[in-house]
């Protein structure tokens, strides 16, 4: 008799837990222009330092939040950073578009300065096509060219394969 009332009890105490209010924020994150699913994106609750990652279905979980107003803060590198107010009461499924974006960077110049016979004074070669076609069988290009000054290359296996 008294084993049912402690059941009992215990029974309602698990129910009536603050565990039992709690709620989970389920969603996908996607590319706006291709809708694409994003692999890796960050997900993190602003008032609260926890957050979590979309996997590569751009899915992404956060269980056992209590009930009240969240603001999530949902990242990823290349798209602007989203903002998404979310009241929870109950368990809640949001999916969030992400615009790419162009990141800023230094410009980049590539110059080039081809070698040219009595007028460069450095020790180089040129290697025709058809030199390529006729010494290319089975090696690897490092051997090929090692046939040229300067360039040393030399195979693990010792056969130039590999």
Do not use: C
Not at 111 to 139: C, D, G, H, L
Request: net charge negative.
């Amino acid at each position: 008799m008294y084993h049912r009332i402690i059941f009992l009890i215990t029974g309602l105490f698990i129910l009536n837990s603050p565990a039992a209010d709690n709620f989970s924020i389920k969603g996908h994150i996607y590319d706006q222009s291709t809708e694409e699913p994003l692999s890796g994106a960050n997900i993190s609750i602003e008032q609260e330092q926890s957050g979590t990652t979309s996997d590569i279905d751009g899915y992404f979980a956060i269980p056992a939040l209590p009930e009240g107003s969240y603001r999530l803060k949902i990242s990823y590198i290349g798209y602007e950073t989203a903002i998404e107010s979310i009241e929870l009461g109950s368990d809640t499924t949001i999916s969030v578009y992400l615009t790419p974006v162009v990141l800023p960077v230094e410009r980049i110049t590539v110059t080039a300065n081809r070698a040219e016979e009595r007028r460069t004074p450095v020790a180089f070669s040129n290697m025709s096509r058809k030199n390529i076609e006729k010494r290319y069988w089975a090696q690897d290009i490092p051997m090929l060219l090692d046939e040229l000054p300067n360039i040393h290359s030399y195979s693990d296996a010792g056969n130039g394969i590999g």
